[in-house]
Nanobody, 124 residues
Framework: QVQLVESGGGLVQAGGSLRLSCAASGRTFSSYSMGWFRQAPGKEREFVAAVNWNGRYTYYADSVKGRFTISRDNAKNRVYLQMNSLKPDDTAVYYC?????????????????WGQGTQVTVSS
């Protein structure tokens, strides 16, 4: 069992930055690949970024590539999402998710555990 708690969301102006953090419980954090997803009002949940178990491999949605960076610290049981050059279209609830296994997935339904989400609002 893994519990995930996101933090770091908030209100920021377009062009600004935020750093999301996701704290995971348990001693097997390195057994999971991690992902960030987001859901805007009236839209389906969408993939944002993923990282494999040791942080060596990452993948990004085209919409955030070059602006967002995912990273993890297995010693601290945390995964991060650094978001730069934020746009109003980035406004959403952001969720971190854990998938058992070493390889990441872009598919939400292949993740085993989810956090409660943190709101990110980007004003124009």
């Amino acid at each position: 069992q893994v519990q995930l708690v996101e933090s770091g969301g908030g209100l920021v102006q377009a062009g600004g930055s935020l750093r999301l953090s996701c704290a995971a419980s348990g001693r097997t954090f390195s057994s999971y690949s991690m992902g960030w997803f987001r859901q805007a009002p009236g839209k389906e949940r969408e993939f944002v970024a993923a990282v494999n178990w040791n942080g060596r491999y990452t993948y990004y949605a085209d919409s955030v590539k070059g602006r967002f960076t995912i990273s993890r610290d297995n010693a601290k049981n945390r995964v991060y999402l650094q978001m730069n050059s934020l746009k109003p279209d980035d406004t959403a609830v952001y969720y971190c998710a854990a998938r058992a296994g070493q390889d990441y997935s872009l598919r939400a339904n292949l993740h085993d555990y989810w956090g409660q989400g943190t709101q990110v609002t980007v004003s124009s």
